[in-house]
């Protein structure tokens, strides 16, 4: 299965299902199942920065407690799907402003529109730059 490692509190933004499309520098062919993975790091500034920023802080939260992020880094943390790849000038135009406000929509960016998503146990996993390959374990076998 393919991968794609993203930063906190994009990652955990996803698993909510509070952030449902993807920006980035390069388009994407691939479609289909895709799993988020919250990379290992993460700029304790920047962070703390966002999150700390209402609309972050409101999306994070899960059943009403904040789903705290930083604990799921080094994690596959969700499987969603890859169901279109466009260039962000024309994805605004079908977005909302939360969305926008997720993402980065400069000019020349490309957006990648998830599908539902399927949050799993968050399973220890090293991510990489680009799409990548994750094999997910068995079911008996996620911690």
């Avoid at 407690?65 to 799921?72: G, R």
């Avoid at 080094?74 to 926008?100: P, W």
């Avoid at 599908?115 to 094999?135: F, Q």
Wanted: hydrophobic letters at 40%; one cysteine or more.
């Amino acid at each position: 299965m393919k991968a794609l490692t993203l930063t906190e509190p994009w990652a955990t933004l996803v698993m909510l299902g509070e952030k449902r499309v993807e920006t980035r520098s390069w388009a994407c062919d691939y479609r289909g199942p895709l799993a988020i993975h919250s990379a290992k790091r993460c700029p304790k500034k920047e962070f703390a920065a966002l999150v700390s920023q209402e609309r972050f802080y409101r999306a994070l939260r899960l059943n009403g407690q904040y789903a705290y992020p930083e604990l799921n880094r080094g994690h596959v943390l969700c499987i969603t799907n890859v169901l279109r790849c466009v260039r962000t000038e024309e994805a605004v135009k079908e977005l909302s402003e939360k969305e926008i406000e997720f993402g980065n929509y400069g000019p020349g960016r490309w957006a990648f529109f998830l599908g539902p998503v399927e949050r799993i146990k968050p399973v220890p996993a090293t991510g990489h730059l680009m799409l990548w390959d994750w094999n997910r374990p068995p079911e008996g076998m996620l911690p």
